[in-house]
């Protein structure tokens, strides 16, 4: 089994729609969680941390379920410019970042 | 702030011959690097992790004698792919982790796509 888990999609959504990813991880001593963002042959972009509280970001929120390991991301209002892979970051206590395969989300006019 | 440069951005290169991968961290000093490479459709796989003045610790499955890691400056990291093969073709990323006052934050290089023909 991965370590982090995601849907690949593609997610096909229209402008202005609502869209959820989720991603599940294995290692429960996981500490720290992010979305990052890469582009098409592009290097990852950080997206937002994700915080055990749940947090937002204009139209991103995301949030974490320790009891369940796995985090959420909620993109509102969608634009055609959110086009791009979405990664689940995981660190555990390595300090290594482990990514999640990415979940492809394409928006349409 | 916290810019890591990273060089070639596309290099093609023939079966056999060897290619070196530079990452810089321009305005803050990397004491950690972190070597990616991601097939297509697929996702970072951590190579491995360079650490300024000691050996590179490798993942498991990677070849430490093949991809040569080289950690010598708080501000420079090199990947050397030796005697290339066809398989070893992929888009290759640095990351540097970076402290930023109470938490780590891990910035990329722009990544280098590596053709072996």
């Known amino acids: 089994r991965k370590e982090v888990e995601q849907d690949p999609g593609p997610f096909n959504v229209p402008e202005g729609a609502t869209v959820a990813f989720n991603c599940t991880y294995s290692?429960?001593?996981?500490?720290?969680f992010f979305w990052y963002r890469q582009d098409c042959r592009k290097e990852p972009k950080l997206l937002m941390s994700v915080y055990s509280s749940g947090n937002e970001d204009g139209r991103f929120t995301a949030q974490l379920n320790r009891a369940s390991q796995y985090i959420s991301l909620l993109i509102r209002d969608s634009k055609l410019s959110d086009s791009a892979t979405y990664l689940c970051v995981v660190i555990h206590n390595t300090d290594k970042l482990i990514f999640g395969t990415g979940t492809r989300l394409q928006v349409f006019p | 702030g916290a810019v890591v440069s990273q060089h070639p951005s596309r290099v093609i290169c023939k079966s056999g011959t060897s290619v070196k991968i530079e990452c810089r961290s321009l305005?803050?000093?990397?004491?950690?690097m972190f070597w990616y490479r991601q097939f297509p459709k697929q996702s970072l796989m951590l190579m491995a992790t360079?650490?300024?003045?000691?050996?590179?610790?490798?993942e498991q499955g990677v070849e430490k004698d093949k991809f040569l890691i080289n950690h010598a400056s708080l501000t420079l990291s090199t990947l050397t792919v030796t005697s290339a093969h066809p398989e070893d073709s992929s888009f290759y990323i640095c990351?540097?982790?970076?402290?930023?006052?109470?938490?780590?934050?891990?910035?990329f290089g722009s990544g280098t796509r590596l053709t072996v023909v």
């Open positions: 290692n429960s001593a996981s500490q720290s």
């Open positions: 990351s540097a982790r970076v402290y930023l006052g109470t938490v780590y934050g891990y910035t």
């Open positions: 360079s650490n300024e003045g000691s050996k590179a610790t490798y």
């Open positions: 305005d803050f000093q990397a004491t950690t």
